[in-house]
């Protein structure tokens, strides 16, 4: 299916018709760097984040699960209330999930870089509050990029064959990104077989940097062709959200 050699008209719903190229090989690579670009840098955090915390800060293994558990509960209720704000937002000519996915990628790479940076001399409960921000503010970030990445699949195409090859392409990004994480971590984090906070503040900046780069590819080559009709806010949304979560009792991720 030609990408740039047909174009077809959709109806945005206000008489105002726009031309698109077709669902082609643009939106499945964009699609890929998407979850690649984002995965690159997760699970670095997931992988090695601990042991940069109890090797290179020394803060204790019982602090940092203290940590994670507030984040991912912190986390739960971001996604979900994100999720609303985005719903509550209306079409721009860009689309409606890809401009969110364009600015907040920005404050998520520098944050994922801060969680990365040591100040020399601090005391160590200083280390412990940088660590609970850096990581908390990250984990805000990194919804407000990937929710919208994940939900673009719905307008990229209204074909259910078409949407799972957009799935199979997403997970060939992780699958790419998780390899190179898993091999290539070891050997670059770790200096004689001890932890570098040199090295590691040197691959966050590299995989951040990438990380950016891919998902400006997702932004650049990915077109938003399903025009999703604007929600209307409703009062107590919030109260209902917090009811939800407790009673459903969600398995928290990071």
Wanted: charged fraction near 15%.
């Amino acid at each position: 299916m030609g990408h740039v050699q047909e174009e077809i008209q959709l109806d945005d719903g206000n008489d105002n018709a726009k031309e698109v190229s077709p669902f082609g090989f643009g939106d499945k690579f964009g699609y890929l760097f998407g979850d690649f670009g984002g995965s690159l840098f997760f699970i670095l955090v997931t992988s090695y984040l601990m042991v940069y915390y109890t090797d290179i800060l020394h803060i204790s293994a019982a602090m940092v699960g203290i940590l994670f558990m507030v984040a991912n509960i912190w986390n739960a209720f971001v996604d979900v209330l994100w999720g609303r704000f985005l719903d509550a937002k209306g079409n721009t000519k860009n689309g409606k999930f890809i401009p969110w996915i364009f600015r907040m990628s920005f404050p998520l790479v520098i944050a994922g870089v801060l969680m990365f940076v040591k100040i020399p001399g601090m005391s160590d409960g200083f280390y412990v509050a940088w660590a609970f921000v850096m990581y908390m503010l990250w984990g805000t970030l990194y919804s407000t990029v990937n929710i919208p990445y994940g939900s673009m699949a719905s307008v990229i195409t209204n074909d259910p064959v078409e949407r799972t090859t957009l799935s199979s392409w997403r997970t060939m990004g992780s699958s790419l990104a998780m390899l190179i994480i898993n091999v290539g971590g070891p050997l670059i984090l770790f200096e004689n077989n001890i932890a570098s906070a040199n090295r590691f503040l040197l691959v966050a900046v590299i995989f951040g940097c990438l990380s950016l780069v891919c998902i400006m590819g997702c932004v650049r080559l990915t077109t938003e062709r399903i025009v999703v009709s604007e929600r209307e806010k409703k009062k107590g949304d919030f109260k209902r959200t917090a009811i939800g979560l407790v009673k459903k009792n969600p398995s928290f991720g990071c």
